[in-house]
């Protein structure tokens, strides 16, 4: 089978290896569709492997990438009864322990080893066939294609995000960052209800992507962000901050945009350590928390509010073959020439 395979920074290969093999509990999955994710930039940029064998899985470098999929299960491991061979599925990618004090609290999307399918554990959804534990492998009703399944994990990152900031219909919301988890999180406060959402984005290519879906965009480098948000409150800021651009000046837009006793969340990973000016939270008394990944239940709620037509896919997704998926697919992601972009693995 095919499989993209990274050995090191920059160093990413399209491979033959062997089909793996479902053991007890697992399904074999034949991958229709693999979203290129951010961190997937960062690991191939850096070549972020592990040298010894993750606790939870075992698993280490080279890695066959890709965690957010969908396909078809192709075969089960023994004692699997909730799937059958040909249901089509989109795959949680998160695993956990079970046994550490966050997974005894139900808090297993913050396990203390916690490990992801694509990234730390065998396999990859950037592969013809990959095996997954079947309790991760969620079912998809006839209304969600397998293309949708492929978005289902971004949206639920933002779906957990936007829960976090606790939005209600009538306040002002300001997205920083207009990429693939910042358009994600304005669709999902359309989903909240909320009607007053601004975003920030400098790509003019993702601007007009964003301004077609009927939403409001600043370019942050001719505008005064902070500026705009002002004029829109009355004075007062914003009422939450969704931070998804991964920038440290975009977390000092945050802070100086809130509004006093507003909630601001981060759902950008960084790649550098960011410095912190806590004299903005404390003179505002700002809410500060940070989002990472989602519940079971909210991936499943995602598939839920896709099969009832919550989310429009067209105009951000864009489909590239396996074979262009290092050419165009994570450099067209990598220079913001593209908003998400889906290698297509199989056949969908």
Not at 160 to 167: F, I, M, S, T, Y
Not at 188 to 206: D, K, M, T
Request: charge should be negative; hydrophobic fraction near 45%; charged fraction near 20%.
């Amino acid at each position: 089978m095919r499989a993209l395979v990274l050995h090191g920074a920059d160093d990413l290969r399209l491979e033959d290896l062997e089909p793996p093999v479902p053991g007890a509990g697992e399904v074999l999955v034949r991958v229709a569709f693999n979203g290129i994710c951010g961190s997937d930039l960062s690991v191939v940029d850096k070549g972020f492997l592990a040298s010894e064998p993750h606790p939870l899985t075992g698993a280490h470098g080279p890695q066959v990438l890709g965690h957010e999929f969908s396909g078809t299960v192709e075969q089960l491991g023994t004692g699997v009864t909730q799937l059958q061979v040909g249901d089509r599925v989109a795959v949680q990618p998160n695993y956990s322990c079970g046994t550490c004090p966050r997974c005894r609290d139900g808090l297993a999307h913050l396990c203390a080893v916690i490990a992801f399918h694509g990234l730390s554990a065998h396999g990859g959804g950037l592969s013809e066939l990959t095996v997954v534990p079947a309790r991760n492998a969620h079912p998809l009703p006839e209304s969600v294609s397998l293309r949708q399944g492929a978005v289902v994990e971004p949206l639920a990152v933002a779906l957990h995000g936007v829960r976090l900031a606790e939005p209600s219909a009538d306040e002002l919301a300001l997205v920083l960052g207009g990429g693939p988890i910042g358009i994600c999180a304005a669709l999902n406060l359309r989903v909240a209800g909320v009607q007053r959402i601004l975003l920030s984005e400098p790509s003019p290519q993702r601007r007009a992507v964003l301004q077609s879906l009927g939403l409001e965009v600043l370019d942050p480098t001719s505008t005064d962000v902070r500026a705009e948000v002002l004029e829109r409150s009355d004075g007062a800021g914003a009422d939450l901050v969704l931070e998804c651009a991964g920038a440290p000046a975009a977390i000092d837009t945050a802070l100086s945009s809130v509004r006093a006793r507003g909630r601001v969340v981060l759902l950008a990973t960084y790649p550098q350590p960011v410095e912190l000016y806590t004299y903005a939270l404390m003179f505002s008394e700002a809410q500060l928390r940070c989002s990472m990944v989602y519940s079971a239940e909210e991936f499943r709620e995602v598939i839920a509010l896709m099969a009832q037509g919550s989310y429009d896919l067209d105009g951000w997704v864009q489909q590239v073959p396996m074979v262009e998926a290092v050419t165009e697919g994570f450099q067209a992601a990598s220079a913001g020439r593209a908003m998400k972009v889906l290698v297509e693995v199989g056949h969908g």
